[in-house]
């Protein structure tokens, strides 16, 4: 059973950071995919990042040039910096994890709340 345990969010001003962690256990790291959504209030879940086994990533434009994801594979853990933070990244942010290597959305952690003031 894999299990993804986050932490990080918080309250931060508008041009501030913040970094997200999650920690994973119950399967190997290094074969998962990885990556994080979020979701604000009244809109879906949307995907931000993700990070192939094989080492690719994708940004959504939304967060592309200020957010990063990135693996330490000692510590099975993924991170998510976030940089110049925005009133419009305020949301719950999700970490997920896909056994194949490729694909998303077979293992959640339980989310993070991270709120943006101006």
């Known amino acids: 059973q894999v299990q993804l345990v986050e932490s990080g969010g918080g309250l931060v001003q508008a041009g501030g950071s913040l970094r997200l962690s999650c920690a994973v256990s119950g399967r190997t790291f290094s074969n998962l995919a990885m990556g994080w959504f979020r979701q604000a209030p009244g809109k879906e879940r949307e995907l931000i990042t993700k990070?192939?086994?094989?080492?690719?990533?994708y940004y959504a434009n939304s967060v592309k040039g200020r957010f990063t994801i990135s693996r330490d594979f000692g510590k099975n853990t993924v991170y998510l910096q976030m940089n110049n933070l925005k009133p419009e990244d305020t949301a719950v942010y999700y970490c997920t994890a896909g056994q194949d290597g490729r694909n998303l959305g077979d293992y959640w952690g339980q989310g993070t709340q991270v709120t943006v003031a101006s």
């Open positions: 990070s192939w086994s094989s080492g690719s990533t």
